[in-house]
């Protein structure tokens, strides 16, 4: 059966995969879920994910022995983690609005890529659109355009691309994450932000919705993802992909 992917994440998935180069090494930092982390596999001969909830652990286990030999992980804040290489891409989905120095994050991430490495990031995007939701899941900020183009430029990146992904329909799901936010609201508002951080990735569908993985999956995202491609180059999305060379 097809397990269930939230709506926006099959958006951006599929966003940061038509731009991914296939390469020797990546570093995934916040690889929470691992969905994302399974995909990247295939692109890449080794690759190691980074995330400071032990959680993810159990989901690391339970991965396919193909994949899990292929990928090696480490449980800790990035910032003070140091691995024994630098790699030829790096991935950071919905991982730098939750960090106060956004641009120690980014410095880091640059001196960690090979010549020539690639990076993707993403963020969500426009301070307008904060709601509740953004306050329980641990953001401290959402990004401008200019503003992470500006970000990346002065970390050293070349070639620095911003895409809207998603659009119009995550804009539409916005609203129902605020809802959601509200209600939770009353508990997460008494988490300090690194709880909330924390397991704002690790966050798995209950097995009783896993059949609606047979109408929210890649393929039946397929046309919607199409249509969202029209819109990418327009800043009128919640959600930015960025793209950047070192």
Not at 203 to 219: D, F, S
């Amino acid at each position: 059966m097809l397990s269930y992917n939230p709506p926006r994440y099959l958006f951006r998935r599929y966003s940061l995969l038509r731009r991914l180069e296939k390469d020797h090494s990546f570093l995934e930092i916040g690889a929470g879920n691992l969905k994302l982390s399974k995909e990247l596999a295939k692109y890449f001969d080794n690759g190691l994910l980074i995330d400071f909830e032990p959680g993810v652990e159990r989901i690391f286990d339970d991965l396919p022995p193909k994949t899990k030999d292929k990928l090696d992980l480490r449980i800790g804040d990035f910032l003070k983690i140091k691995p024994n290489k630098n790699f030829d891409c790096i991935v950071a989905c919905e991982v730098m609005e939750h960090i106060k120095n956004d641009k120690k994050f980014l410095s880091r991430v640059y001196r960690m890529l090979n010549d020539n490495g690639q990076l993707i990031i993403s963020v969500p995007a426009r301070k307008r659109y904060w709601t509740i939701h953004d306050e329980v899941v641990g953001h401290i900020r959402r990004y401008e355009k200019e503003q992470l183009l500006e970000l990346a430029q002065k970390s050293g990146f070349s070639s620095a691309k911003v895409y809207s992904y998603g659009f119009p329909f995550v804009n539409i799901l916005r609203l129902f994450r605020a809802i959601h936010g509200r209600r939770q609201y009353k508990t997460k508002s008494k988490w300090t932000k690194a709880k909330q951080t924390q397991k704002s990735g690790i966050g798995q569908i209950p097995a009783k919705y896993n059949m609606l993985g047979l109408l929210l999956n890649k393929y039946t995202f397929y046309l919607p993802n199409l249509i969202s491609r029209l819109f990418e180059r327009f800043d009128l999305s919640e959600g930015y992909i960025l793209v950047a060379k070192k």
